[in-house]
């Protein structure tokens, strides 16, 4: 096998994605077996470099191939923006634009095969609505250019706690507030989102997942006292996924169960909403919290954080996300048939 080649998206100009992009690349130069190639503007990504202190040069490719050049770190420039580079910490629209052409172009080099998969940097919601993407972000419109349908977050924690073991967590709702995430939780999401996670599992590796399903109330309700979403939906869910062979238990209460996940009783936790399963994975480990796009038929990896425009431009951004982000990505480069066979978008439902 070749050495697996990365693209890193820039994301945003205007916030910490240069920068920290910036650093990952130069932290990954000084390794042996990848090779990380920046998507973007090539000027965004020099003012990065200046903005962090780095003592590296920007070397523009014009191939994801090109073998590395010590001293340097390369980037395949986009040239949306020129020598026009909008102003650190601001909302604009030109850099919405510059960071949905960046993951175009490097969604595409995956489609493609000429890199391994893509790490992609942060973007800003409101810059690129303002540049005229209608997706909600990242997710949507990584679906949208690789034609699929299905695509979940999965997020990846290196536990310390049990050697080896990698918690995963996903997610039955994601970007909507939480009293429409409440009235989404039925039985039939459940069973769907168990089976993605089951699937996501086995196509990264885990080849008998034992996945457990979070309450939403206090306490798992106190026998309806505090709610009956876990009579009424979760554990009919989890008995009839049960039935079918799957290795699923739940609903455990929500204080207990990613404790229990990273003691390695599970190695899939299903959470219901957004903040129930991000808040305690940041909390654990901020920096080693890798976000998966699952349902892809790309390997797609992701810092799980914004684009920081308080502190874009200042040099103080920390890239341990992005380099976790990147280093996840080549750990899984080897999972790439297996991607591609499971998600390309003629075996979605």
């Not at 480990?285 to 992701?302: A, E, H, K, N, Q």
């Not at 799980?304 to 431009?313: E, K, L, N, Y």
Request: charged share 20%; aromatic share 6%; glycine share 12%.
């Amino acid at each position: 096998m070749t050495d697996p080649v990365l693209a890193l998206t820039l994301g945003d100009p205007a916030g910490i994605g240069p920068e920290i992009v910036a650093r990952t690349l130069v932290d990954a130069a000084t390794m042996q077996g990848h090779h990380g190639v920046a998507v973007g503007d090539a000027g965004a990504l020099k003012r990065g470099v200046a903005a962090s202190g780095l003592k590296v040069s920007v070397r523009m490719v014009d191939s994801f191939t090109q073998p590395k050049l010590d001293g340097a770190i390369d980037i395949f420039d986009t040239g949306v923006l020129g020598k026009d580079l909008p102003a650190w910490g601001k909302v604009d629209a030109r850099a919405g634009r510059a960071a949905v052409t960046a993951i175009e172009v490097a969604t595409k080099a995956a489609l493609d095969g000429m890199v391994d998969g893509i790490v992609t940097g942060p973007v800003n919601k409101e810059a690129i609505w303002e540049a005229g993407c209608a997706h909600l972000g990242h997710t949507e419109l990584l679906g949208e250019l690789t034609r699929v349908q299905n695509q979940d977050t999965m997020f990846v924690i290196r536990t310390t706690h049990v050697p080896g073991h990698h918690l995963r967590v996903f997610f039955a709702t994601r970007h909507v507030s939480l009293k429409i995430a409440v009235s989404q939780i039925t039985q039939e999401r459940i069973e769907k989102s168990v089976r993605q996670a089951d699937k996501a599992l086995r196509v990264f590796g885990n080849e008998n997942p034992r996945i457990a399903v979070a309450a939403l109330n206090p306490h798992g309700g106190e026998g309806g006292t505090f709610g009956d979403e876990e009579i009424k939906e979760i554990a009919p869910a989890v008995l009839a996924l049960q039935a079918e062979g799957f290795d699923v238990v739940g609903p455990i209460p929500a204080d207990s169960i990613f404790h229990k996940g990273l003691m390695g009783s599970y190695d899939g936790i299903l959470s219901l909403y957004h903040d129930q399963g991000h808040i305690p994975t940041k909390t654990f480990d901020f920096d080693g919290t890798v976000s998966v796009t699952v349902g892809l038929p790309i390997l797609r990896t992701s810092v799980d954080h914004g684009t920081a425009f308080d502190i874009a431009g200042t040099g103080v951004a920390r890239h341990g996300t992005m380099l976790s982000a990147y280093l996840s990505a080549v750990e899984f480069s080897a999972r790439v048939p297996a991607i591609r066979a499971a998600y390309s978008p003629e075996t979605q439902d």
